[in-house]
């Protein structure tokens, strides 16, 4: 286990992978992948065709949803809207060089539980009073490590990254705050801020600390009925909880709309997209197929369990992640190890699930262990079903396209040049997609 958790740690700091140990290598070959058959995702399991977009919003769609969610990224419990606690924490103007008010937020999204805060750090832009679009984003190294501006709050529940064990609190804070901005290169704050879109971003550890721990830690033990210990086979693993982390975060915004906060309502949360990448682009695909009110899906990288398919087993299989990652599907999910075929879905259902509202998928030349074919697979046979519902879909794209040339429309994928990472050249391809939906 030491291992995988060693394993997880350096794809994070370096961006690159080293494969855990497993039974056999992992197949980059083509001509190796395995026969397989796509479930079509506009026939109904009794073998009925959807030929109507009221039927697979009454009928299909909420068949693949179960299906998702029961063997692959578990139920999240039920949830009142409107039962958090919030306070605003820090409001300032001027900050990003006069570019950005900036907004720092704790949020308890249990009423009276202040166990475990989710804290926001926002910024939306200072040269309109308008409302404005947003990207919502969870980040993996803490609000600090997104920037390098001196005022943002350290994310403490860093803390729980296995290599902080046994450190004293201070000395935490101490290196976190040494390294602010380690992830700077991933998150162009200021050039989304002159595209006239907030930025909100919070640590997924703040939701769900990334390790195994039998869910002990994190939000899953605060919906645990008397008497439970851990998730049953059927419920939220990781993933799923921080997918949930993001609708919570939109329920805040959401709230604030409706009456007190200066600046908090100037975000519009029916202009929300959520951005996410790798592993948190697996929560951002699963947060945009199971919460509607995103309206636009960004999955960089996100491989296995994310956008590629699963049927291909290539780099990156659903035995390999959930013997390094337990504790990020549910329980279920660990039926299709090596047994991918017997999968009554693939990941073309999972951006299905999002249509009509617009999806990106992003690869990187480099990332195979991600499967970029995979990848650009699954976005186009989501098509089908985004044409049904009216759109352009992936606009008739049949081939795997150049590198740095993105093709699509309703989907829109690009394969870049490079490493599994996120770069400005990504963002700039967001930007774009973001504003033929999300402006005026
Ligand atoms: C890898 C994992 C991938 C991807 C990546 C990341 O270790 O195998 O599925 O999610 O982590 O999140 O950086």
Same mark, same amino acid.
């Given at each position: 286990?030491?291992?995988?958790?060693?394993? !997880?740690?350096?794809?994070?700091?370096?961006?690159?992978?080293?494969?855990?140990? &497993?039974?056999?290598?992992?197949?980059?070959?083509?001509?190796?992948? $395995?026969? &397989?058959?796509?479930?079509?995702?506009?026939?109904?399991?009794?073998?009925?065709?959807?030929?109507?977009?009221?039927?697979?919003?009454?009928?299909?769609?909420?068949?693949?949803?179960?299906?998702?969610?029961?063997?692959?990224?578990?139920?999240?419990?039920?949830?009142?809207?409107?039962?958090?606690?919030?306070?605003?924490?820090?409001?300032?103007?001027?900050?990003?060089?006069?570019?950005?008010?900036?907004?720092?937020?704790?949020?308890?999204?249990?009423?009276?539980?202040?166990?475990?805060?989710?804290?926001?750090?926002?910024?939306?832009?200072?040269?309109?009073?308008?409302?404005?679009?947003?990207?919502?984003?969870?980040?993996?190294k803490g609000?600090q490590a997104?920037?390098t501006?001196n005022?943002v709050?350290p994310s403490?529940?860093m803390?729980?990254?296995?290599k902080f064990?046994?450190k004293?609190?201070e000395e935490i804070l101490r290196e976190l705050t040494e390294h602010r901005g380690e992830t700077a290169?991933?998150?162009?704050?200021?050039?989304?801020?002159?595209?006239?879109?907030?930025?909100?971003?919070?640590?997924?550890?703040?939701?769900?600390?990334?390790?195994?721990?039998?869910?002990?830690?994190?939000?899953?033990?605060?919906?645990?009925?008397?008497?439970?210990?851990? $998730? #049953?086979?059927?419920?939220?693993?990781?993933?799923?909880?921080?997918?949930?982390?993001?609708?919570?975060?939109?329920?805040?915004?959401?709230?604030?709309?409706?009456?007190?906060?200066?600046?908090?309502?100037?975000?519009?949360?029916?202009?929300?997209?959520?951005?996410?990448?790798?592993?948190?682009?697996?929560?951002?695909?699963?947060?945009?197929?199971?919460?509607?009110?995103?309206?636009?899906?960004?999955?960089?990288?996100?491989?296995?369990?994310? !956008?590629?398919?699963?049927?291909? #087993?290539?780099?990156?299989?659903?035995?390999?992640?959930?013997?390094?990652? $337990?504790?990020?599907?549910?329980?279920?999910?660990?039926?299709?190890?090596?047994?991918?075929?017997?999968?009554?879905?693939?990941?073309?259902?999972?951006?299905?699930?999002?249509?009509?509202?617009?999806?990106?998928?992003?690869? !990187?030349?480099?990332?195979?262990?991600?499967?970029?074919?995979?990848?650009?697979?699954?976005?186009?046979? !989501?098509?089908?079903? &985004?044409?049904?519902?009216?759109?352009?879909?992936?606009?008739?794209?049949?081939?795997?396209?150049?590198?740095?040339?993105?093709?699509?429309?309703?989907?829109?994928?690009?394969?870049?040049?490079?490493?599994?990472?996120?770069? $400005?050249?990504?963002?700039?391809?967001?930007?774009?997609?973001?504003?033929?939906?999300?402006?005026?």
């Amino acid at each position: 286990m030491l291992k995988f958790r060693i394993y !997880a740690i350096t794809v994070v700091l370096f961006g690159e992978f080293i494969m855990p140990s &497993y039974a056999s290598d992992p197949n980059y070959d083509e001509s190796k992948v $395995p026969e &397989y058959t796509l479930p079509d995702s506009l026939v109904m399991r009794n073998g009925e065709r959807v030929h109507s977009s009221e039927m697979w919003t009454q009928k299909r769609r909420p068949e693949i949803l179960h299906l998702f969610r029961e063997e692959m990224f578990g139920k999240t419990p039920k949830y009142q809207q409107n039962t958090m606690d919030s306070e605003i924490v820090e409001m300032k103007e001027n900050t990003l060089n006069g570019k950005a008010h900036r907004l720092q937020i704790r949020l308890y999204p249990i009423k009276n539980n202040h166990s475990f805060p989710i804290t926001i750090l926002a910024y939306i832009p200072q040269n309109t009073s308008e409302k404005v679009p947003a990207f919502f984003a969870l980040n993996f190294k803490g609000n600090q490590a997104v920037t390098t501006d001196n005022e943002v709050i350290p994310s403490i529940s860093m803390g729980y990254d296995p290599k902080f064990k046994g450190k004293p609190q201070e000395e935490i804070l101490r290196e976190l705050t040494e390294h602010r901005g380690e992830t700077a290169s991933r998150w162009p704050i200021e050039m989304i801020l002159d595209r006239g879109y907030a930025f909100v971003t919070a640590c997924y550890y703040d939701i769900d600390p990334d390790f195994n721990d039998g869910f002990q830690n994190g939000v899953h033990p605060d919906f645990y009925v008397p008497g439970q210990t851990q $998730p #049953a086979p059927d419920e939220w693993g990781s993933i799923a909880a921080w997918a949930w982390g993001l609708s919570r975060i939109l329920d805040y915004f959401e709230g604030a709309e409706k009456g007190e906060g200066e600046l908090t309502h100037r975000i519009d949360p029916q202009k929300v997209a959520v951005f996410g990448h790798s592993r948190l682009g697996k929560a951002a695909l699963w947060a945009g197929a199971s919460e509607e009110r995103f309206v636009l899906v960004i999955s960089n990288n996100s491989g296995c369990g994310g !956008a590629a398919l699963s049927k291909r #087993a290539f780099g990156e299989t659903v035995g390999r992640i959930n013997t390094a990652f $337990p504790h990020w599907f549910c329980e279920n999910f660990k039926k299709y190890n090596e047994n991918e075929s017997a999968l009554p879905f693939d990941q073309h259902e999972l951006i299905a699930l999002i249509a009509p509202r617009p999806v990106y998928i992003a690869s !990187a030349l480099e990332d195979q262990w991600a499967d970029p074919k995979g990848e650009f697979l699954a976005a186009q046979y !989501a098509s089908p079903v &985004y044409e049904l519902l009216g759109t352009d879909g992936f606009a008739g794209t049949a081939e795997m396209p150049e590198p740095n040339h993105p093709v699509g429309g309703t989907i829109h994928y690009h394969i870049r040049t490079g490493k599994h990472d996120v770069t $400005p050249y990504d963002w700039r391809q967001y930007l774009d997609f973001a504003d033929k939906y999300l402006k005026p």
